[in-house]
C-alpha cells in the first residue's frame, strides 16, 4: 500500500488531550462491553516438528491488561491466534469467558494485527466501522455508530480521510477503533505500535494508556518493548525464546495512571523495568 | 494548472511522436527511390510507401469503417465472454484449493494448443458466423486475466484475513469486502494484456472462416496484391487495439485508483 507524498498532514490536537472522559465517573466507555476473563492452561503448540509453545499457564481477570513480553519469533503472536480462536492448540486449555471452544473465542476476541492494515479504498471511518458493516449495519448507521469515537480518540476530522493521507499513527488509531469497534470483550493487540517510529510510539503509548483507561474491556497486549508493557499493563509476562514459556510475572507499577514520562522515570518503574529484562536474558539463554 | 497539464502531456507523446515521424520519413524516402523494392527483387508497387497508406486510409474509408465494425463487435463481445470466464475461474479456483491443484494446470495446457490449427476447428463445429471468433477470443484471452485476478485474490495479508474472522466476516464478506477490492488491480493488468490480444484473435477467427472484417480484408487485399490496402487494414487494427487499451487505462485510473496505476494513494 503506498503512503501518500503530499502536503505534510496536520496532527490533531496531541494525543492525550484527545481522549475525552465519558461521564461515569471512573471513565467507563458507554457501550462498550464489560471485559471478560481468560484462563490458559496448559498450553502447548508446535508447527510439525517445530515447538513454538511448551507450556504455559496465564489467567487474566476481566478488565485487565496484560502486557506479554518475549524475543522476536517466540510465539508471542501465535499466543494470540490461538487464544482469539484463530487457531486451535495442539495441547492444553483455553477458555475466554468460561467457553473453549474456538467459535465462541473468536466471537469474543478482536485481533489488532502489527500493520494498521486500512483498506486505502475505504474512507477512514467506513474502516473503522468495519465490523459493523459485517453484521448486517447500513454504511450511514455504521457511520454514526463510529462518528463519537472519531471525537473521543482525537480523530476529529478525519472521518472521511483515505488511509494514504493520514500518518502512521494516526492510522493506527483508526485500526485500533477499528478493534474497539468490533464490539468485543477481550482485545489482542499485537505490537500495535512497532511499526512507528519512538517519538510517534511515544506520543501512541499515552494515546493508548489514555484509551485503555477508559475502557472496561480486557486486553492482551504483545511487545517486544519492555518498558511499553510496563507502562500499559496491568501485569507483565516474560516469555522465554522458542519454545515460549513463562519465565517470570510481575505486577506493573502505576499503570496507565501517570503520563509517561513521569511513569518511566519513577523509581519502582526502574526496579520493575529491571527485572522483566533479567528475565527475558534468563529467558534467552 | 490546465496549461502545465498540457504542457506536460505534450512532452510525454513527443520523443516517441518524433520516432515514429523519423521512421515513417525513412521509409517514405525508401519507397520513393524503389530502395527496397530492388533489395527484394520485387516490383515496386509491392512496397507502399506511407503516402500510398494514407491514400488507401482515405478511398477505402468506407471499406475500413464497415469491416472495422465488425471486428470490433467482436474484439468486444470475444472480451466480455474472456472476462467473464476470466474472472469466473479466478475466483472458483482462488475459493477452492482443491480445484485449483486441479485445474490450473489444465488451463495452462489450454494455452499451448496453437490457435492456427484451433480455430478452424472451431469453425467446422460452431459455423461462419461470430461464433468461433467469440469462441477463439475467450480461449486465448481469459488466460491473462485468470493468472493476473489470481494472483491478486492472494495477494491479500494474511494478518488481514486473520482480523477480518475477528471482526464477524464470513467467507464472502471477506472475498467482497477485502479480496475482491485488492484484487482489481491485478485484473486490470490482466485485462488490458487481455484486450490488446483480443483484436489478433478476432483477426485468426476472420482468417479461419469470414465474408467479413479487417482480418477477412487483409486475407483479401494480399490475395490481389493490394499492399497499400493490407496495410490500410493493419492500421486500423493497431488503432483499435490501441483505443481499447487507452480506454481500460483510463477505466482503471477511475476504479483501481488506489493501486499502482490509479489517480492516487
Request: proline share 6%; net charge positive; aromatic share 6%.
Amino acid at each position: 500500500m503506498r503512503t501518500s507524498s503530499e502536503a505534510p498532514v496536520a496532527e490533531p490536537q496531541s494525543p492525550q488531550k484527545g481522549i475525552a472522559r465519558s461521564p461515569g465517573g471512573n471513565g467507563q466507555v458507554a457501550g462498550g462491553p464489560a471485559g471478560a476473563a481468560v484462563r490458559i492452561g496448559g498450553l502447548g503448540h508446535g508447527f510439525g516438528d517445530l515447538r513454538v509453545i511448551r507450556r504455559l499457564d496465564l489467567a487474566v481477570e476481566p478488565g485487565e491488561v496484560l502486557g506479554v513480553v518475549g524475543p522476536s519469533g517466540c510465539g508471542k503472536s501465535t499466543l494470540l491466534e490461538l487464544i482469539g480462536g484463530l487457531r486451535e492448540p495442539d495441547g492444553g486449555s483455553i477458555e475466554v469467558d468460561g467457553e473453549g471452544s474456538p467459535a465462541s473465542r473468536l466471537g469474543r476476541c478482536a485481533y489488532m494485527p502489527q500493520r494498521d492494515l486500512l483498506l486505502p479504498w475505504l474512507a477512514a471511518i467506513d474502516n473503522a466501522a468495519l465490523a459493523l458493516r459485517n453484521r448486517g449495519a447500513s454504511r450511514a448507521e455504521a457511520r454514526r455508530h463510529a462518528h463519537p469515537l472519531f471525537e473521543r480518540f482525537g480523530l476529529a476530522g478525519f472521518e472521511r480521510s483515505r488511509p494514504g493521507e493520514l500518518s502512521g499513527g494516526m492510522r493506527q488509531r483508526v485500526a485500533f477503533l477499528r478493534t474497539l469497534l468490533a464490539g468485543k470483550p477481550v482485545l489482542l493487540l499485537d505490537e500495535p505500535f512497532a511499526s512507528l517510529d519512538a517519538i510517534t510510539r511515544a506520543e501512541m503509548q499515552e494515546w493508548l494508556a489514555a484509551a485503555l483507561a477508559a475502557e472496561s474491556r480486557t486486553a492482551i497486549l504483545v511487545t517486544h518493548d519492555v518498558e511499553e508493557a510496563l507502562y500499559l499493563s496491568d501485569r507483565v509476562a516474560v516469555l522465554s525464546a522458542r519454545p515460549a514459556q513463562l519465565v517470570d510475572e510481575l505486577a506493573a507499577p502505576s499503570p496507565r495512571s501517570l503520563p509517561r514520562l513521569a511513569a518511566v522515570t519513577a523509581p519502582e518503574f526502574t526496579a520493575a523495568r529491571e527485572r522483566a529484562l533479567e528475565a527475558l536474558t534468563k529467558g534467552m539463554r | 494548472m490546465v496549461r502545465r497539464a498540457r504542457t506536460i502531456g505534450v512532452r510525454r507523446w513527443l520523443p516517441p511522436l518524433a520516432i515514429l515521424c523519423a521512421l515513417l520519413g525513412a521509409w517514405e524516402l525508401a519507397a520513393r527511390l524503389d530502395v527496397l523494392a530492388d533489395a527484394l527483387h520485387i516490383e515496386p508497387f509491392l512496397v507502399p510507401a506511407p503516402s500510398d497508406i494514407a491514400q488507401s486510409l482515405w478511398s477505402d474509408r468506407s471499406l475500413l469503417a464497415d469491416n472495422g465494425w465488425v471486428t470490433l463487435k467482436e474484439v468486444l463481445f470475444g472480451f466480455a465472454l474472456s472476462v467473464a470466464a476470466g474472472v469466473g475461474f479466478a475466483v472458483a479456483l482462488h475459493l477452492s484449493p482443491t480445484l485449483r491443484r486441479a485445474v490450473y494446470p489444465l488451463l495452462v495446457a489450454s494455452q499451448t494448443v496453437p490457435i492456427v490449427v484451433v480455430a478452424p476447428i472451431l469453425v467446422v463445429w460452431l459455423g461462419f458466423g461470430i461464433g468461433p471468433k467469440l469462441a477463439i477470443i475467450a480461449l486465448i484471452c481469459f488466460f491473462p486475466i485468470t493468472v493476473n485476478t489470481l494472483d491478486g485474490l492472494g495477494s491479500v495479508d494474511p494478518d488481514l484475513l486473520k482480523m477480518m474472522r475477528t471482526l464477524d466476516a464470513s467467507r464472502w464478506q471477506t472475498l467482497r469486502r477485502i479480496e475482491a477490492p485488492g484484487a482489481l488491480p491485478y485484473f486490470f493488468s490482466g485485462a488490458k494484456i487481455a484486450v490488446a490480444v483480443a483484436v489478433i484473435g478476432a483477426v485468426f477467427g476472420e482468417w479461419a472462416g469470414s465474408s467479413s472484417g479487417l482480418g477477412h480484408l487483409i486475407q483479401a487485399a494480399s490475395a490481389q496484391l493490394q499492399t497499400a490496402r493490407t496495410f490500410a487494414a493493419v492500421v486500423v487494427l493497431s488503432a483499435l487495439a490501441i483505443l481499447l487499451f487507452a480506454l481500460l487505462a483510463a477505466l482503471e485510473r477511475r476504479v483501481a485508483w488506489w493501486g499502482p496505476n490509479g489517480t492516487r494513494a
